[in-house]
């Protein structure tokens, strides 16, 4: 497996950080764990968090794809984390209709960030990468997926966003070799919590179920795509933030899984839901973009070198996730009465 990283305490030294989709979800919360840290934090991201104000100490609005912005923003920074990404769950990436800007867009964006943070003097740069870009065709049986970090190749994602994805991991890791920077790559599993995109077409599994079974009356019904029998792990945020924290303070430079081995079908992910917000509710399945039939965090690596793994069940990440959902909703609800009044 080969020798065992150094696993390290969180390093004390304060470095100038930045957080690149710092607009987004975990990287919004990676602001909030590097500023808890002490470190200095310059935020970058096309749009304001829509739920948050990460309290960075720069917040800079600009789009990541101009050359000009990134060559300013990465000076003077000792490490970069790169979360930005054109991206979104089921709905968005698996239908095919974004293919080209998802590519595009996120190839830019990781282009940009090593080019011109290598120009000026970064030395260690984070990679956010999925497991999007593990193989199709070990993802087929619902009950025995494979996706150990070794098993990457030869590649097959099942979609353009996993191609990108893959296709970054070597861009970094080209740059390692070649231009005396460190570099440090997760491959995450689905990592959900408050503060994420719940509506709209861009939200996972967790936040739109979160968000039907909010919404329906008790004794109703939800939609769910396909027949719910495919598999998934979740990831809670804050499980997610300690990883990579983990990760860039060792000395791993392969890419490692951060998710959780706790593995559930979608219907019984929709089921704990229900559970969790006291209503009982029938399941419809209908048509949809489903992506691969089986995915499950192998933490096997992650333990052996970084020592690490979740420390909390799927059921209390979704307990504090449905409530912050909740109250969007009642919120959502609220506003719209208020406009029709």
């Known amino acids: 497996m080969g020798p065992k990283c150094q696993k390290g305490e969180f390093a004390m030294e304060t470095k100038r950080v930045l957080v690149n989709g710092a607009g987004g979800f975990i990287a919004g919360h990676m602001v909030k764990r590097l500023k808890a840290e002490g470190h200095w934090v310059r935020a970058v991201d096309l749009k304001p968090h829509e739920f948050a104000k990460p309290p960075a100490d720069e917040f800079i609005l600009g789009d990541l794809r101009d050359q000009q912005l990134v060559g300013d923003i990465v000076e003077g920074i000792d490490e970069v984390y790169q979360f930005a990404a054109d991206m979104g769950g089921a709905g968005y990436i698996f239908t095919g209709e974004h293919d080209a800007q998802v590519m595009h867009n996120s190839a830019t964006i990781n282009l940009n960030t090593l080019h011109y943070g290598v120009k000026a003097g970064v030395k260690k740069f984070f990679y956010s990468s999925s497991a999007c870009m593990y193989p199709e065709y070990n993802q087929l049986d619902p009950s025995n997926p494979k996706c150990s970090e070794d098993s990457a190749?030869?590649?097959?994602?099942?979609?353009?966003?996993?191609?990108?994805?893959?296709?970054?991991?070597?861009?970094?890791?080209?740059?390692?070799?070649?231009?005396?920077?460190?570099?440090?790559?997760?491959?995450?599993?689905?990592?959900?919590?408050?503060?994420?995109?719940?509506?709209?077409?861009?939200?996972?599994?967790?936040?739109?179920?979160?968000?039907?079974?909010?919404?329906?009356?008790?004794?109703?019904?939800?939609?769910?795509?396909?027949?719910?029998?495919?598999?998934?792990?979740?990831?809670?945020?804050?499980?997610?933030?300690?990883?990579?924290?983990?990760?860039?303070?060792?000395?791993?430079?392969?890419?490692?899984?951060?998710?959780?081995?706790?593995?559930?079908?979608?219907?019984?992910?929709?089921?704990?839901?229900?559970?969790?917000?006291?209503?009982?509710?029938?399941?419809?399945?209908?048509?949809?973009?489903?992506?691969?039939?089986?995915?499950?965090?192998?933490?096997?690596?992650?333990?052996?070198?970084?020592?690490?793994?979740?420390?909390?069940?799927?059921?209390?990440?979704?307990?504090?996730?449905?409530?912050?959902?909740?109250?969007?909703?009642?919120?959502?609800?609220?506003?719209?009465?208020?406009?029709?009044?």
Not at 169 to 186: K, S
Not at 204 to 211: D, Q
Not at 322 to 341: F, G, N
Request: glycine letters at 8%; one cysteine or more.
């Open 153 to 341: 190749y030869p590649a097959a994602p099942d979609s353009e966003y996993g191609w990108e994805k893959l296709f970054s991991e070597r861009l970094y890791l080209a740059h390692m070799r070649n231009c005396d920077v460190q570099v440090r790559i997760a491959r995450f599993h689905n990592i959900f919590g408050p503060e994420g995109t719940w509506c709209g077409g861009r939200e996972k599994a967790p936040a739109a179920l979160c968000r039907k079974v909010a919404e329906a009356e008790d004794g109703g019904e939800i939609e769910i795509w396909g027949d719910g029998e495919q598999t998934r792990s979740f990831l809670y945020i804050d499980e997610c933030t300690d990883g990579v924290r983990r990760l860039m303070d060792s000395e791993c430079a392969e890419p490692l899984n951060i998710g959780s081995e706790e593995m559930v079908t979608i219907n019984q992910l929709a089921w704990m839901i229900m559970d969790i917000a006291g209503k009982r509710l029938e399941i419809r399945h209908i048509p949809g973009p489903l992506g691969v039939r089986g995915r499950n965090s192998d933490n096997r690596l992650i333990a052996e070198r970084l020592g690490w793994k979740p420390s909390r069940p799927l059921r209390e990440g979704l307990t504090k996730t449905y409530a912050w959902i909740s109250e969007q909703v009642r919120a959502a609800r609220t506003a719209e009465v208020a406009t029709i009044a």
